[in-house]
C-alpha cells in the first residue's frame, strides 16, 4: 500500500517518524506501508525528507494524482484546502486518513457520502481524542451495544485550564496564561476556551453514536472563560469538580448534544480525569457504563492514531490480512522474568512482642539485604504487648526481601508470619 | 453468514437476545447474521429456542457438521469439550468467536496456529474484561504503539471483595460472604480469589501486547486471600488502596507477568476502578498511558462483545463490507434536543448586597419558576455589604432556569450578574 502525506507539520512528521520504524514489524505481518510521496507548503520543509529520498512535493494535487498512490494522508489541517483535496483523492478512488476534526465537522456530510459512492475509506481516529482509538470503539468494539449518552472530556487545553484552577487555585487568567507559556495553549486561544473545538469532536462522536448526523453549528456550546476561582471552590464544598464535557443523549427521536462546563460529583469517573487528558465516557445499553481515557493530542499520540488507520486500511486492502495470532505457537514462548527479580517497593505488616531492641534487630536485617525504608508507622495492638510495625521499602529485590522476611519470622520477638504486599 | 451456537447458558442465552434485537440494524448495513443451530446438554435448555423455530441439537458435533454454518460460537465453558469442538470447527474451515478465557489461556498455543494453518479467526473479544473492547484496542486501535507496560483489574469478585473491605471496612471473610450473597462470588471462590481467572486472562493480554507466548502456568500468582482489614487500612494512611493487578512489563528480551495484590497510590487512574468494575491501563511509546474501564463480566455486556465479534466476522467474509458512513448525509440530519428543554441540576452564584429580604425574594422567584433548591451556602464576600448566594437546584427546566436568573439579575439588591453552571 503506496500512501501520500500532505502536511509534515507536527502530527505528519510523527507519521513519517512511525511508519519508518514500524515499517520491518509491520512487513513480517504481510503488510507493506510505504511511502510514495510527501507534500508540504514549502521547499524548505521538504527537504529532510527529499534528503532520505522520499519523492516530494510543494502541490498536494501532483501527489493526489500520482497513481501509484492508493491512500492519501492530510495532516494539514484548515477547512478550504483539505476539503478540495480529499474530495479530488476520494474521486480518484484513494482512500483517505485525516486528523482533522474542523474539516470533517464542517464538511462531513458531503466527504463521508462522496467516499460511499466511490467505494472509498475515510479514516479519521486521530480526529478525535488523538491517540485513544474511541472512534474504532464505537464503530466496531461497540457494535453490540446502542449507546445511550456520551460525556466527553475532549480539549486538553480547557481540562488543563480548569485542573490548574482547581489545584493551585489560580484564577481563570493565570492559568491560561500558565498554560500558554508550557504550549498547552496557543497564542490566541478562542478555538479551545471557547469550546469550538470540543463542539467539533462532540459533534462527530454524537454523529458516530448515534448513527445521525449531528452539525456542529446547531449544538449549545459555552466555553470556560465564564467559569470563575469562586465557582470551582464552591464546587468543591459541594463534592464536585467543574470539567468542560461535551455531551450526548438519547431522547426519543431527537438527541441532546451540547458542550458547556458541568459540576461533575467527585466520584464519578470523569471527575478524576484531570491535566490535558482526554476521556470518555459511555453509557450502553448492554455493557452499561464504560471510560476510555489517555492522552488527546501532541504529536506522537495522534501520529499513533494516523498509523493504526494506515494498518487498518493496509488488511483491508490485502484481502483483510488476519490480524497476527500466530505468535500464540509453543516455539514462540515468552522468556518470563523469574519474581525473584523484581524490584518494586514493598509494603511490610509485621507484628512483634512489645520489647526493647526489636525494632533495632529489623532494621539491621532490611540493611543486610540491602532494603531501604521509606516509612514506617508501629503501633500498639488490641492485644498488650503486641506491636504493629509497617513498613514501606524503597525500590527492592524481591529475592532480597523474600530473604529478609523469612530472617526476621525467624526472630523470638515476631509473634506472627508478617505479610508483604508490593506497589503497583 | 451462520453461525451456530454452543452454550446457551448466561451468556449464550444473552446473545441469542442481542441477535434477535440487533438484526434488523444490522441488515440495514448490509451484514446478515443469522442462527443456523443452537446447542446445548440438554432438551429443557433447548425448548424455549425449539418454540421459537430454530434448529437446535444436544449433540455439539452436529451443528459444527452443518455445512451451512460458517462461525462456531462457543460460550458453554471448560476445558476439554471445548478443545474438541473448536478443533473441529477451526479443521472444517469455520470460524471461531468464544467467551473462554480459561481454554484460551491453555490451549490457545494449539488453537491460534491451527485457525492459521485453515486461513479461519478465532475472535475472543468476550474472553477478557467481559464488553470493555480491550482486545481490539489492543490488536487495531494501538497498532501504532508498542505496549510498554499494562496493569489490569481484570476479576471483577476479587476487585468487589477488596472495595467492600476498603469502603465498610469489613474483614476478608465478610466481604467474600457478602459478595456470595450478591451473586459476585461463587459458591466455591477459589479461581478467582487465588487468582486464577485473572492469570487467565493476565496470560492473554501479556501474549497481545507483547507478540510471545505467555504461558499462564509460568506466572507468578498471588490471590487475595492473604489481604486483611489491617493492611487495607495502613494502605490507607500512605494514600494507597490495594487492589489484584494483573501486571506485564517488557524487559528487553524478558517478559515481566505476574499477577498479585498491588499498592497502588489514590492519584492513580486505577486506584478509582471500584466494586464489580475491570479496567485495563496501559503504557504505550507513542500514546503514553491510556485506561479502559467498564463492566468485566454480566450476561450482557460479554454478550454484547461476542455480537462486537460477529459483527466482525461478517464484514471481513463479506468482502470487507465498508464501516458505515452514510447516515452522516445531510438528510440525515440529527433532530437537535433545544438547550431550553434540558432538565438537569444547577449551580447558581449570585451576589447581593447584605440586605433584609433578598433570599427572600430570590426564593420566590425560583419558587414561580418551579426551581427547588437542594443545598445553599450564603457566605460574606471580603467586599463589605456584599454577600455571595450559591444554590444547587434539584432537576430543573432549562427554560424556566434562565427566565428566573433573569428576573433575579433585575433585583436591585443584585449586584452582580448571577453565574449559572449545569451538573453532569
Redesign the interface.
Known amino acids: 500500500m503506496r500512501i501520500g502525506i500532505i502536511g509534515v507539520g507536527t502530527v505528519g512528521s510523527?507519521v513519517v517518524e512511525?511508519i519508518e520504524k514500524?515499517q520491518p514489524e509491520w512487513k513480517a505481518l504481510g503488510l507493506t506501508i510505504e511511502i510514495g510521496g510527501i507534500c508540504a507548503r514549502t521547499d524548505e520543509e521538504l527537504a529532510p525528507y527529499l534528503a532520505r529520498g522520499y519523492r516530494v512535493s510543494t502541490s498536494a494535487d501532483e501527489v493526489i494524482a500520482d497513481s501509484s498512490v492508493q491512500v492519501i494522508v492530510e495532516v494539514a489541517g484548515g477547512y478550504e484546502l483539505p476539503r478540495k483535496w480529499i474530495t479530488k483523492a476520494l474521486e480518484q478512488g484513494k482512500h483517505v486518513v485525516t486528523a482533522n476534526k474542523a474539516l470533517l465537522a464542517k464538511y462531513?456530510?458531503?466527504l463521508?457520502?462522496l467516499?460511499?459512492r466511490n467505494?472509498c475509506?475515510?479514516l479519521f481516529?486521530a480526529a478525535v481524542g488523538?491517540?485513544?482509538?474511541i472512534i474504532?470503539?464505537i464503530?466496531?468494539?461497540?457494535?453490540?451495544?446502542q449507546i445511550e449518552r456520551l460525556?466527553c472530556i475532549i480539549n486538553g487545553t480547557c481540562n488543563y485550564i480548569l485542573t490548574q484552577m482547581s489545584q493551585l487555585d489560580l484564577s481563570f487568567a493565570d492559568a491560561l496564561q500558565e498554560a500558554q507559556a508550557k504550549g498547552y495553549a496557543e497564542a490566541d486561544p478562542t478555538f479551545d476556551i471557547e469550546g469550538i473545538d470540543a463542539a467539533h469532536k462532540t459533534a462527530l462522536l454524537?454523529?458516530l453514536a448515534?448513527?445521525?448526523?449531528?452539525?456542529f453549528q446547531?449544538?449549545?456550546v459555552t466555553g470556560i472563560t465564564?467559569?470563575?476561582a469562586?465557582?470551582i471552590e464552591?464546587?468543591k464544598?459541594?463534592d464536585?469538580s467543574?470539567k468542560l464535557?461535551g455531551?450526548f443523549r438519547r431522547?426519543g427521536?431527537?438527541?441532546?448534544?451540547?458542550v458547556?462546563?458541568?459540576?461533575?460529583?467527585n466520584d464519578?469517573?470523569?471527575s478524576?480525569v484531570n491535566g490535558v487528558l482526554n476521556a470518555v465516557y459511555l453509557e450502553?445499553?448492554?455493557?452499561?457504563?464504560?471510560?476510555?481515557?489517555?492522552?488527546g493530542a501532541g504529536k506522537?499520540?495522534t501520529?499513533?492514531?494516523?498509523?493504526?488507520d494506515?494498518?487498518?486500511l493496509a488488511r483491508?486492502l490485502g484481502?483483510?490480512a488476519?490480524?497476527?495470532?500466530?505468535?500464540?505457537?509453543?516455539e514462540?514462548?515468552?522468556?518470563?522474568?523469574p519474581?525473584d527479580n523484581?524490584e518494586t517497593?514493598y509494603?511490610f505488616?509485621l507484628t512483634t512482642k512489645d520489647s526493647c531492641g526489636v525494632l533495632a534487630s529489623i532494621t539491621s536485617i532490611l540493611a543486610k539485604h540491602k532494603i531501604s525504608i521509606e516509612?514506617i508507622?508501629q503501633k500498639n495492638v488490641k492485644d498488650p504487648g503486641k506491636v504493629?510495625i509497617?513498613l514501606?521499602t524503597e525500590k527492592s529485590l524481591e529475592s532480597e526481601v523474600k530473604a529478609a522476611l523469612a530472617e526476621i519470622d525467624a526472630l523470638d520477638a515476631v509473634t506472627e508470619a508478617s505479610?508483604m504486599?508490593?506497589?503497583?
Not at 488523538?130 to 482509538?133: A, E, K, R, T, Y
Not at 427521536?253 to 451540547?258: F, L, P, S
Not at 450502553?284 to 492522552?295: F, S, Y
Not at 488476519?322 to 509453543?330: K, Y
Open positions: 510523527g512511525i514500524k462531513g456530510h458531503e463521508f457520502p467516499a460511499t467505494k475509506h475515510v481516529e488523538g491517540g485513544i482509538p474504532r470503539t464503530q466496531e468494539g461497540l457494535t453490540g451495544n460525556s454524537a454523529s448515534s448513527g445521525t448526523r449531528v452539525d446547531k449544538i449549545h465564564g467559569v470563575s469562586q465557582d464552591y464546587a464544598e459541594f464536585c467543574i464535557l455531551n431522547m427521536k431527537q438527541i441532546d448534544a451540547r458547556h462546563p458541568c459540576l461533575i460529583p464519578h469517573l470523569l478524576s450502553c445499553d448492554n455493557l452499561g457504563p464504560t471510560l476510555q481515557t489517555g492522552a506522537m499520540p501520529a499513533s492514531a494516523v498509523a493504526a494506515l494498518v487498518s483491508s484481502g483483510r488476519p490480524i497476527p495470532m500466530d505468535w500464540f505457537r509453543e514462540n514462548c515468552a522468556s518470563l522474568m519474581i523484581l517497593r509494603y505488616h516509612s508507622i504493629s509497617v514501606i505479610r504486599i508490593r506497589f503497583l
